[in-house]
């Protein structure tokens, strides 16, 4: 799916502010999509904020801005709204890690069926454990 990305959505400098590079994406609209996942990712315009001095990603989010039907609607639909945040963090030298999680997601299955996702993660207090650290001492740490 990464290697749709340059042929599925047109990339638009969105300014900077300190550090942070804001590009701004939407579908491109000579792209064809082939199979139902690409259907739904070509649907979705959003940001992605990249650390500059790393060229590391630092955020990446979508909006789904128009219903994706499949059948017609009979097979299924995914419904205008349904979004996504990801956020990843430097937590050490050279270490990024994700920090957050936010995903909604809205729609039906063969006509009665509504499906309905929201997830919301927050990971922090990371911490580096010793290189030489042994299974049972990693599991009493996990256990404090």
Do not use: C
């Not at 550090?19 to 992605?48: D, V």
């Not at 419904?79 to 050279?94: A, E, I, S």
């Not at 063969?110 to 919301?120: D, E, P, S």
């Amino acid at each position: 799916m990464v290697d749709l990305l340059p042929r599925a959505f047109v990339f638009e400098d969105g300014g900077h502010e300190g550090s942070w590079l804001r590009i701004n994406y939407k579908p491109n609209p000579n792209y064809i999509p082939q199979t139902f996942e690409e259907r739904a990712l070509h649907g979705m315009s959003g940001t992605l904020i990249v650390d500059g001095r790393s060229r590391r990603l630092h955020q990446l989010s979508g909006y789904l801005f128009d219903d994706v039907s499949y059948g017609y609607g009979v097979l299924g639909t995914i419904h205008r709204g349904t979004n996504f945040t990801t956020t990843r963090d430097l937590v050490g030298p050279g270490v990024w890690k994700t920090t957050l999680l936010d995903v909604k997601i809205d729609g039906r299955i063969a006509l009665f069926k509504t499906i309905g996702r929201r997830q919301h993660s927050i990971h922090r207090d990371f911490q580096p454990l010793p290189l030489d650290i042994s299974l049972s001492q990693a599991v009493a740490l996990l256990l404090k």
